[in-house]
């Protein structure tokens, strides 16, 4: 899968992601540090990748403009994770929930489950 990684988050998390086979890239190397929300979405959309945030701004921005994408990992309850551990947890979770974030979705990794909802939020 492809990733963008928020600046919210470590670019290590992306060097990992990019190890464990994936096409992942942070903010940081796309030059959008301090971007706003608006644009780092633009920019998941035009290259297909799927954002990767502790950030909720997202959701609600998807829900005011009822798009199907960029999908969003919502990672806000694992951000004290080191990022070996974050990747590991996504890593070991993208088998399941690849499908949803292929068609469009926010998923949202909480301490003890994974919610799921399709877009476009209604």
């Known amino acids: 899968m492809k ?3 928020d ?19 942070h903010v940081r ?5 301090g971007a706003p929300d608006t ?7 035009r290259d297909d990748r799927v ?11 998807l829900a005011h403009s009822r798009a ?8 806000r309850a694992l951000i004290d994770r080191r990022p070996p551990e974050l990747a590991g947890i996504l890593v070991a979770n993208l088998d399941v929930l690849e499908a949803h974030l292929r068609f469009g979705a926010i998923v949202a990794f909480t301490r003890t489950d994974i919610r799921v909802r399709p877009l476009p939020l209604r």
């Open 29 to 33: 190397g796309l030059d959008a540090t």
């Open 68 to 75: 199907s994408k960029p999908s969003v990992i919502l990672v």
């Open 7 to 25: 600046q919210n988050l470590s670019p290590r998390l992306a060097e990992l992601l990019v190890k464990s086979g994936h096409d992942a890239v």
């Open 51 to 61: 954002i990767i945030s502790a950030d909720t701004d997202f959701g609600a921005l």
């Open 3 to 5: 990733f963008l990684v």
């Open 39 to 45: 644009e780092i979405m633009d920019l998941a959309f």
